[in-house]
């Protein structure tokens, strides 16, 4: 009997101690599953959001050698500021503006706003009614304009014909846009060179016989 008392007594302690490790593994097992989906949850959809023809998310400021000619010509080293206005579901809504010139109107200050997607970049015309349709919407403004992607675009116009001449070429790491007016001799012009994993590179607009004119050129580090 005694010996029958003692086998049961073994055999229970065996099994709880063989539960209770079973138990701490599953917990353990679990915890560092659980960590791990997150992290690479993560990590995958952070990386899947961004532009690689766009600044840095780190970025707020570049430097570029400038070149002015309004009134007079001023050339000197200016800063652009990368300004984000919005964090969209599918993508980012920023400005790009020089810091304040002498000389220089404000409103030739900003380059412009920009919705960034991962594969694209536009530009829009900032009306109230424009960025109230792409915060709240997530619509796209009709007149807005593709300035990057890895697609060329060809202008719907001939070379000689008049009107506004859009096009985009695609060569390497490289994205180059260019727009123009040439239905009067003093048409606007605008361009924008884009390189892999630097951003905004090289940027010209004005207006015909080169008034008016901006051009920056990225500083090397």
Not at 96 to 118: A, H, M
């Amino acid at each position: 009997m005694k010996k029958y008392l003692i086998m049961i007594l073994t055999i229970g302690i065996i099994f709880f101690s063989g539960c209770a490790k079973f138990s701490n593994i599953s917990e353990t097992n679990f915890k560092s599953s659980f960590q791990f989906n997150i992290t690479s949850s993560k990590k995958v959809t952070y990386n899947a959001e961004k532009n690689p023809f766009f600044f840095k998310e780190s970025i707020s400021k570049v430097e570029y050698k400038g070149k002015f000619l309004f009134d007079d010509l001023v050339e000197k080293n200016v800063k652009l500021n990368i300004i984000k206005k919005a964090n969209l579901k599918y993508g980012e809504l920023y400005e790009l503006k020089l810091e304040p010139i002498e000389g220089i109107p404000d409103e030739r200050l900003s380059l412009g706003y920009f919705y960034v997607q991962k594969d694209k970049i536009y530009k829009i015309d900032p009306t109230k009614e424009n960025l109230s349709k792409l915060k709240t919407r997530e619509e796209l403004p009709n007149d807005s304009v593709i300035v990057c992607q890895d697609k060329e675009i060809k202008d719907s116009l001939s070379e000689n014909e008049r009107g506004w001449h859009r096009y985009l070429r695609v060569e390497r790491d490289k994205r180059e846009y260019h727009a123009y007016n040439n239905q009067v001799e003093t048409g606007y012009y605008e361009t924008f060179i884009w390189e892999k994993n630097k951003g905004l590179i090289c940027y010209r607009s004005g207006y015909g016989a080169e008034r008016d004119s901006i051009e920056l050129q990225i500083k090397d580090k």
